[in-house]
């Protein structure tokens, strides 16, 4: 399984830069960067409602699951799901 992270697609929707994001959550802009690059093992839901709330989007749009195969290789979505 593998969660894809997509919040460089709301930080460019809104024309905002990872530090001021950074800022506002309470972060540091290397903490956002492990976050926006899929590198955090988790998140805390604290973090996951701040960064709901500054960017007034829902969890789904910030992150999505995909399929893999037992190699490891993300199988494409069918249908309209990646027309988000």
């Known amino acids: 399984m593998a ?3 997509r ?3 709301e930080l460019a929707k809104r ?3 990872v530090g001021e994001f950074a800022e506002r959550i309470g972060l ?3 903490n956002v960067a492990v ?5 955090a093992k988790a998140v805390r839901f604290s973090t996951l409602e701040a960064m709901c709330r500054v ?3 829902q969890p789904g749009d910030l992150l999505e699951w995909v399929d893999d195969d037992e190699d490891g290789v993300i199988v ?3 249908g309209d799901e ?3």
């Open 3 to 5: 969660i894809i992270v």
């Open 7 to 9: 919040i460089d697609v």
């Open 15 to 17: 024309k905002m830069s």
């Open 28 to 30: 540091t802009p290397s």
């Open 35 to 39: 976050l926006k690059n899929g590198r």
């Open 55 to 57: 960017l007034e989007c």
């Open 76 to 78: 494409a979505p069918t």
């Open 82 to 84: 990646g027309d988000r």
